[in-house]
């Protein structure tokens, strides 16, 4: 099959992109590689694909139209996978033109790129962001979503619904797909495991938003490919699902996980809440268990671990030979 990947040199794109090439599938990448955080991490994460045959990569920003549509007409993919986005919750708030223009903008620009041009699947990263202040918990597809309380969730869901129109307008076959708190290997610098392991790694301060006892279903990264990889290969007409863990963690209990990995102490500065924050997020994966076949099966504590090592291999490669 030949699926396109928007944002496919960054964590989740890239680790989609490696099983869907060691699946012999021939894959084309779409990235800007914006300064979101360090480009050169995005360019480690697609090194090793660039020798591939069945690997192409076009350079570009999805708010580029002409340049977007040429790539997609050229490549002429039977399914994307649009994963590309400004992400995060705080930078959304210091900068919401942006994120309008990219994750809204952005999208449409895809979307009107392939109507009417018999796509067989289009396949959208959303956030469980998108639930905003959800009294009930664990979050359903079937919540109405009233309150999302910053623009990066306002962004992800009028996405999702300019997905739905185009499948009802066009016929374009759609799967919105919610993530919740991914982490793993390649993780984005900015995100909790990520930050938290480098920081107490290198013997400096956490800095925590609230008293620490803010929930997350964390999602390991091997789960979330899995469940991209079914999305890819079972279109719907349009459907929205939930991928998560499954499973609430507070803030102070990973941290606790870290420390145990690490063998070290962190030292914790508690800040105000933040602006945007929710003080809960948990999945409800019910239907994509029945229709995606989608099942975590990584927890934190195996997820964490995982990362870990593979963050002090990467510490001790960038070292050079004998380093400790």
Request: include cysteine; aromatic fraction near 10%.
């Amino acid at each position: 099959m030949k699926i396109l990947v928007t944002g496919g040199a960054g964590f989740i794109g890239s680790s989609l992109v490696q099983e869907l090439l060691e699946r012999g599938e021939s894959v084309a990448v779409v990235d800007d590689f914006n300064g979101f955080y360090d480009p050169l991490l995005k360019r480690e994460n697609i090194a090793p694909f660039l020798s591939n045959p069945d690997f192409r990569l076009h350079e570009l920003d999805i708010r580029d139209r002409a340049a977007l549509t040429g790539a997609i007409r050229k490549e002429e993919p039977e399914a994307i996978c649009h994963l590309a986005a400004r992400a995060g919750v705080r930078p959304s708030i210091e900068d919401p033109l942006l994120y309008e223009e990219v994750n809204c903008a952005g999208t449409l620009n895809i979307l009107e790129a392939v109507k009417g041009g018999g796509l067989k699947n289009f396949v959208f990263a959303s956030s469980s962001s998108v639930y905003g202040v959800n009294s009930k918990v664990p979050f359903s597809e079937e919540d109405p979503i009233t309150c999302p309380i910053s623009p990066y969730a306002s962004t992800k869901r009028a996405a999702e619904l300019m997905c739905f129109t185009y499948s009802h307008l066009y016929s374009v076959p759609v799967t919105c797909l919610r993530f919740f708190t991914v982490y793993g290997e390649r993780g984005r610098p900015d995100m909790a495991v990520a930050k938290f392991t480098r920081l107490i790694w290198e013997g400096r301060a956490i800095q925590v938003y609230g008293d620490g006892t803010a929930r997350r279903d964390f999602t390991y990264i091997g789960d979330i490919v899995g469940g991209l990889l079914n999305s890819i290969y079972r279109p719907f007409r349009y459907e929205i699902f939930n991928l998560g863990g499954s499973r609430i963690v507070e803030v102070n209990r990973l941290i606790s996980v870290i420390e145990g990995c690490l063998g070290k102490k962190a030292r914790v500065e508690y800040l105000d809440p933040a602006p945007g924050d929710v003080p809960v997020t948990c999945a409800d994966v019910t239907k994509a268990g029945k229709l995606l076949g989608f099942e975590p099966k990584v927890g934190i504590e195996d997820g964490v671990a995982r990362y870990v090592r593979w963050f002090l291999e990467r510490e001790g490669r960038k070292k050079g030979p004998g380093a400790v």
